[in-house]
């Protein structure tokens, strides 16, 4: 059996990952939140403290190490920016000098939003970032270096179900309607969200194959947020709340946002002789997921506090 160790590991994508790979690999993480689940180990500190990291990863001593945690809030990025730049930049380059030491494969979690939207075609992994906010920029400097050290950087954009009590796109749009509300959503800002299940095999894949370097890990085609939201809804059957139109540069946002992050996973595809679902077909997954209770599942297997 292998092992890998996860950062961030009650967060969306860590806990997913986490639930999923727990029957053929030995899984230890490490989050800020107390994190209690059946098969694996979890430890509870701040990933800032360097000391404490270290001698948790030395004694995890992993195979693999799968950096999830980030400063994902966008806004806080621009308001604390030294925070941003030490939680995405600074811990990464941490972590892959360690994984070097004890020869452990870094898989790097990235973003989309490295890039400033300004190309309407679908980003390539060879196209070069521009980051026209603090996120972007603090994700794509980490980035930089575990490619420097032929790990692996995984840039994607995900929805799925949490373990904790937060909601991603998807789930908040269940949510919201469900309760009744009426969604402003974004018909100006397009993205490639992938469900984090089909992250986490893909991811799997690529470490299957000793894959090194950069890959687009996303839906294929891109969507805008308007239609993903409409789309949700009608495969949810939700007729509660409603979704009506709205343009980003009417919200309040304290950083600037790409208003095209669209990638394509064509070198992902063709590396590993895959086929990766549409934005639609990601939601029909999604509610197929929900409909099995797979929620309900990984809520009640994992608990933080
Ligand atoms: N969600 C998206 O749409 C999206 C899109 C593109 C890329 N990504 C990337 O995907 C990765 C995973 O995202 P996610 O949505 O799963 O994020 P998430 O749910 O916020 O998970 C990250 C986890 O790391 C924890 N964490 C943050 N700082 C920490 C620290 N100093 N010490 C210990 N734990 C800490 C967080 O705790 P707190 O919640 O308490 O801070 C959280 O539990 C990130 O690297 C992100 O940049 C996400």
């Known amino acids: ?20 790979l727990k029957d053929q690999w030995e899984i230890v993480g490490v989050d800020k939140v107390l994190f209690r689940a059946d098969k694996i180990k979890c430890e509870q500190f701040d990933l800032l403290d360097y000391q404490k990291l270290r001698e948790s990863i030395l004694r995890a001593a992993p195979d693999v190490l799968i950096h999830t945690a980030a400063l994902v809030n966008v806004d806080l990025c621009e308001e604390d920016q030294e925070l941003a730049y030490q939680l995405n930049t600074e811990l990464t380059v941490f972590l892959a000098k360690i994984c070097d030491e004890i ?6 979690i990235s973003t989309d939003a490295v890039f400033d939207g300004e190309d309407k075609t679908l980003y390539r992994e060879e196209d070069i ?21 032929n790990h692996l950087v995984v840039r994607t954009n995900i929805y799925g179900f949490n373990v904790q009590d937060k909601y991603s796109f998807g789930e908040w749009i269940y949510q919201s309607l469900q309760r009744g509300e009426i969604l402003h959503m974004f018909t100006d800002i397009d993205f490639s969200p992938i469900l984090v299940n089909d992250l986490t095999e893909v991811i799997l894949k690529l470490l299957e194959e000793d894959r090194q370097g950069m890959y687009h890990v996303c839906a294929s085609g891109c969507i805008c947020k308007y239609d993903f939201g409409k789309y949700l809804q009608s495969i949810f059957s939700l007729n509660e709340g409603g979704i009506e139109k709205s343009q980003s540069d009417h919200f309040p946002f304290k950083a600037r946002r790409s208003k095209h992050m669209g990638m394509s996973n064509k070198k992902v595809r063709e590396t590993l002789g895959i086929s990766l679902p549409s934005p639609e077909e990601s939601i029909e997954r ?3 997921l929900f409909c099995d209770g797979y929620h309900e599942e990984i809520k009640s297997w994992g608990r933080s506090s």
């Not at 292998?2 to 999923?20: D, E, S």
């Not at 020869?103 to 790097?108: F, Q």
């Open 1 to 20: 059996m292998n092992r890998i160790y996860i950062t961030g590991i009650a967060g969306m994508l860590g806990a997913n990952i986490a639930y999923l």
């Open 129 to 149: 970032p521009h980051p026209v906010n603090q996120y972007g920029k603090t994700k794509w400097l980490g980035e930089e270096e575990v490619l420097k050290r």
């Open 286 to 288: 999604f509610y197929q």
């Open 103 to 108: 020869s452990c494969k870094m898989v790097y």
